[in-house]
């Protein structure tokens, strides 16, 4: 079956930045999951996967800024088979002033076990790399222990093997996602090329234009058919 992927859009706020980013860097399949909580969203997007035929999914939130640079690469190498899972990477949030944190989402792992199985704590998420290291890498793809839908792409049968869920307290899907991969060896790339910016101020969860239970939920399809593959060669 030829590569045909679809790429899922996690959306519990209105950021336009964001949504309008998406639009400009991709030309293929993509689905809005609109005004869902995060244990709704895992739910859905787990049904979606497997209700449809899309080859391979890619799973990106709404709290970044996307560019061309980055969806080419994911959407080339979701495509390698020789890795299991790829994902971009972003700043962990922005500073004062809009200035990235030294930090990235990138983390070399191992995750340890959590002690409360509501969910982790920060500490608990392990040590994240910098990011400045991370832009110096060499061009080639690495490993990393976090899979944090930064443009996470798997194939369609990964994906119902791992269907998406959270912890118990309800939200750290993208940690209960990455250590259950850890634990049944499935590996983890990315690319220096795949970096995303991250909207998020500080720690909190950024929630500009909150849609969570002011609008109805929605699942919005766009871009049914892929446009130029050539585009991303």
């Known amino acids: 079956m030829s590569y045909n992927p679809c790429l899922l859009v996690m959306q519990p706020r209105e950021i336009r930045e964001s949504l309008a980013s998406i639009k400009k860097c991709f030309d ?20 979606y996967i497997r209700e449809n035929d899309y080859t391979h999914y890619i799973i990106v ?23 299991d899972v790829f994902t971009g990477w972003m700043n962990m949030h922005l500073e004062r002033f809009g200035k990235f944190s030294k930090e990235s989402t990138i983390s070399y792992g191992p995750l340890i076990p959590i002690n409360d199985p509501t969910g982790p704590t920060r500490e608990e998420y392990g040590r994240w790399v910098p990011l400045e290291e991370v832009r110096q890498k060499p ?14 792409g ?34 983890v790339w990315s ?17 500009d234009k909150w849609l969570v239970w002011n609008v109805p939920s929605d699942i919005i399809e766009t871009n049914r058919k892929w446009g130029k593959r050539e585009d991303y060669a």
């Open 28 to 47: 293929i399949p993509t689905v809005y999951f609109k005004a869902f909580s995060e244990p709704m969203v895992v739910r859905e997007m787990s049904k």
């Open 61 to 83: 939130g709404d709290d970044a800024v996307i560019t061309r640079q980055a969806a080419e690469c994911v959407i080339q190498y979701t495509e390698d088979e020789r890795f």
């Open 139 to 152: 061009p080639t793809p690495f490993r990393t222990a976090y899979a944090n839908f930064a443009l996470t």
């Open 154 to 187: 798997a194939t369609k049968e990964l994906w119902e093997r791992f269907p998406l869920s959270t912890h118990l307290r309800g939200n750290s899907s993208d940690h209960q996602l990455s250590y259950r991969l850890q634990t049944a060896g499935v590996k």
């Open 191 to 207: 690319h220096p090329n795949a970096f995303i910016k991250h909207l998020r101020r500080g720690w909190r969860p950024l929630l």
